[in-house]
């Protein structure tokens, strides 16, 4: 086995509860290098990282999604339900009527996720006794929680009044954890975020907050999308600005008028009246 | 321009027509009918209706869509006062048309207003954070000319950016007049929210900006709509079911209704839309997105062909931050009775009694 090939077994396997975080960080780093377009476009939805869709055909010449030339968002879509599942009954959300609800599974994307639970953080130390490594090993450098999420020391979320275990199960580092101790899966996490935020939570329940994608009858089926679609739990404020979304790029702005060089020019020139 | 033109030249290279009205299409250089209804029946005047009526039988009958289609148009009723059989033929000799216009097969769906909705958008003015992917899913949908030069590019959203301002403790005492003189009142505070000419054309690397605030507006689709009171040929109405529409092929393009608009929604083709084959979306309805001709006013309408097949408007489906909500007014459950009954609203220029049913909202 290679050098190179240890220690991906290495990171892979001391993942820890931030998988997530990794998860993303890896994708952003390998979409950011290809602009051009390759056989593959893959576009995101809310945010960077969080809620992407490949682009692909429904039939000849009808996409399911068609993608910003200029930001890689996605600009339009041709099928609101591409790769969804039925988000099913919950609690408090039983007005919703069978399968009328659907959201993106989040689980299958977080690729280390599976092996937090079971490798670091099961909650069972690991036993050394006495602390031997591996015959013809050299110790190798881990990245420790703090270098895949540098703001640990310093979560902004709470602003500095909430740690890990606020959100993390104990246990199972695969699950996010309720009020009761009990697990709460990734793909569900408005039941961990309406612990704190429940105004949030009626009002994304009534379609007031936040996004849905579908139909428009309340009845009809629509997608919704959960808090940490459009929110990174673990830098929800995005430091000084206070608002719950990071900043994008936005899309190319409208024609200028004849003349006018730049959108400064009104500024430089005034108005005439 | 060269006879031997390849089709697939880029249509913005092309030199404007000059002809007084020209269908929308794909390949401007292609040879299309030159006459508008205005220029056609003013020169028909010298021939008998009932000779005209037959020509216009027997051109219908062509192999040629779309001059068979131009044809018929002439001859065509205001949409609204179409019987269903003669909307299905006009829909049919459109799919027709637009199907070996655009090269796929394209759709114009005629669905009416379905008894018990009443349409409303409402849109949280405090979570746009002006990324403008409304503004260009919009042209995706909507067919929208996409062309690079002056007059060319159409978008139906705009979204303003508007400065925030503040009062400060410094600024107490300005407008006072140094020594003796007139009072004028003082004036504490720092403008803002002041739309100059260029601020809906802002470029910074990333947004929101932090001292900005965006303001995306497009048609209100008014219950009492100005542009409806002022159109003289009365192509563009209220629908039963709450958006406002034009009947394009009734429009003779004298932009009455862009003037009484308060709202800036209303655009112009002043050239034949640049609407590229591949980019064309082919699910249309005809008073939404199908292909717009040259001299039309249009706007936006609610994306007629999504809404009346019950989905979301582009717009509200691309907002990353799902900012934009829409619904039936009437259902009291709908994401819009919802904002409107718990939430703090405000219309845009309410003051003028156009009653938009477009309302701003913010938590
Ligand atoms: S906003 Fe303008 S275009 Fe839309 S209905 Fe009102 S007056 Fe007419
Ligand atoms: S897409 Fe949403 S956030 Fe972006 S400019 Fe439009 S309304 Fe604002």
């Known amino acids: 086995m290679n050098k190179l090939a240890f220690h991906t077994m290495i990171l892979a396997f001391c993942c820890g509860m931030m998988a997530p975080a990794l998860a993303q960080e890896q994708k952003a780093a390998a979409a950011a290098p290809a602009p051009a377009p390759a056989a593959e476009t893959v576009c995101f939805e809310s945010r960077k990282g969080a809620s992407e869709v490949t682009k692909r055909d429904l039939q000849p010449g009808w996409p399911n999604v068609k993608c910003s030339p200029k930001t890689g968002a996605v600009l339009w879509w041709g099928d609101p339900f591409d790769g969804t599942v039925p988000m099913g009954k919950m609690p408090l959300l039983d007005k919703i009527p069978e399968g009328h609800a659907v959201i993106k599974p989040r689980t299958e994307k977080l690729a280390l996720m599976p092996m937090c639970g079971v490798s670091c953080h099961n909650g069972i130390g ?63 996490p408005q039941l961990l975020c309406g612990k704190c935020h429940g105004d949030k939570l009626r009002d994304w329940r009534d379609g007031i907050h936040g996004k849905r994608i579908g139909e428009w009858a309340s009845t009809g089926k629509k997608r919704w999308f959960t808090c940490t679609e459009c929110h ?25 008028p004849r003349g006018m060089k730049d959108a400064k020019y009104e500024r430089v020139h005034g108005i005439a009246h | 321009m060269t006879p031997d033109k390849s089709p697939s030249a880029d249509p913005a290279q092309e030199k404007p027509s000059h002809s007084p009205t020209q269908a929308a299409s ?27 009526m037959g020509t216009a039988a027997l051109m219908t009958q062509s192999d040629d869509a779309a001059a068979a289609t131009e044809w018929a148009e002439h001859f065509q009723k205001n949409y609204r006062l179409m019987t269903d ?8 000799r459109l799919e027709r048309r637009y199907s070996s216009e655009y090269g796929k097969k394209v759709t114009v769906d005629t669905t009416g207003p379905q008894p018990g909705v009443l349409m409303g958008y409402a849109l ?32 139906w959203i705009q979204v303003l950016r508007m400065e925030r301002g503040e009062f400060a403790k410094d600024k ?19 403008p803002a929210g002041q739309v100059l000419e260029g601020q809906y054309r802002y470029e910074p690397e990333a947004v929101p900006e932090k001292d900005a605030t965006y303001m995306p507006i497009a048609c209100m689709q008014c219950e009492k709509p100005p542009c409806v009171k002022v159109c003289p040929v009365r192509t563009t109405y209220r629908e039963a079911d709450g958006p406002v529409v034009i009947d ?46 040259r001299g039309v006013v249009e706007k936006c309408h609610w994306c007629l062909q999504r809404s009346r097949q019950g989905r979301y408007p582009a717009c509200v489906e691309v907002c990353p931050v799902g900012a934009r909500k829409f619904g039936n007014l009437l259902d009291p459950e709908s994401e ?12 845009l220029k309410a003051e003028l009694n156009t009653f938009p049913k477009f309302f701003y909202f913010y938590d």
């Open chain 1, 126 to 188: 690991p036993k050394f006794s006495p602390p031997t490594l591996p015959k013809g090993r050299k110790p190798a450098p881990v990245p420790t929680m703090e270098a895949m999420v540098p703001d640990l020391k310093d979560l902004q979320h709470g602003r500095g009044r909430i740690w890990c275990l606020d959100c993390h199960h104990t246990t199972k580092r695969n699950m996010l954890v309720d009020h009761f101790g009990d697990p709460v899966s990734f793909d569900q």
């Open chain 1, 232 to 256: 990174n739990p673990h830098n929800v404020q995005d430091g000084a600005r206070n608002r719950g979304f990071v900043q994008i790029a936005p899309e190319a702005p409208p024609q200028l």
């Open chain 2, 26 to 52: 794909a390949d401007p250089s292609a040879p299309g009918p030159t006459t508008s209804r205005r220029g056609f029946l003013k020169a028909g005047g010298a021939l008998s209706m009932s000779s005209l």
């Open chain 2, 85 to 92: 059989a003669e909307k299905a033929e006009a829909r049919t």
């Open chain 2, 124 to 155: 949280n003015i405090r979570k746009c954070i002006g990324c403008r992917r409304c503004v260009h899913a919009c042209v995706e949908e909507n067919n929208q000319s996409r062309g690079t030069r002056p007059g060319e590019k159409i978008e």
């Open chain 2, 172 to 190: 107490m005492n300005q407008g006072y007049p140094e020594g003796l003189g007139i009072q004028v009142g003082g004036n504490a505070y720092t």
């Open chain 2, 248 to 293: 394009y092929n009734w429009c003779i393009g004298c932009r009455m209704c862009m003037g009484a608009c308060p709202y800036w929604a209303r655009r112009i083709n002043l050239t034949t839309p640049v609407l590229p084959k591949e980019e064309m979306n082919p699910v249309t309805h005809y008073l939404g997105n199908r292909p717009r001709m």
């Open chain 2, 336 to 347: 819009v009775s919802k904002i409107l009954e718990r939430k703090n609203v405000f219309r």
